[in-house]
């Protein structure tokens, strides 16, 4: 598989082209529709990365995921990043204070 196997629809390339120029969608976000527009323009996954910003395996990333769930791929997954240190009664506690 690689980066030049993506192959769109009219309504897909319409949605990322939307989400690169959006001023109301993340920078994350148009950048990985832009990984992916490059990607089906034949671009290379080493060219796409220069170009975006993105390492050689994040590019990879983004391709796989689109290619295998297609634009919900792009969107980050539920119950990413940081978790609390604190236990719930305790944010809780914070909260009411705060």
Same mark, same amino acid.
């Given at each position: 598989?690689?980066?030049?196997?993506?192959?769109?629809?009219?309504?897909?390339?319409?949605?990322?082209?939307?989400?690169?120029?959006?001023?109301t969608?993340?920078?994350?976000?148009?950048? !990985?529709? =832009?990984?992916?527009? @490059?990607?089906?323009?034949?671009?290379? +996954? &080493?060219?796409?990365?220069?170009?975006?910003?993105?390492?050689?395996?994040?590019?990879?990333?983004?391709?796989?995921?689109?290619?295998?769930?297609?634009?919900?791929?792009?969107?980050?997954?539920?119950? !990413?990043? =940081?978790?609390?240190? @604190?236990?719930?009664?305790a944010?809780? +506690? &914070?909260?009411?204070?705060?």
């Amino acid at each position: 598989m690689s980066a030049q196997d993506i192959v769109l629809s009219p309504e897909e390339s319409a949605e990322l082209s939307r989400r690169t120029r959006s001023a109301t969608i993340s920078q994350r976000d148009g950048r !990985r529709a =832009r990984v992916i527009l @490059l990607a089906a323009q034949g671009c290379s +996954r &080493v060219e796409i990365a220069r170009l975006v910003g993105f390492s050689l395996r994040s590019v990879t990333l983004w391709c796989k995921r689109f290619q295998e769930q297609g634009l919900d791929g792009l969107i980050d997954k539920p119950g !990413r990043g =940081r978790k609390s240190f @604190l236990p719930p009664d305790a944010m809780a +506690r &914070v909260l009411e204070k705060v």
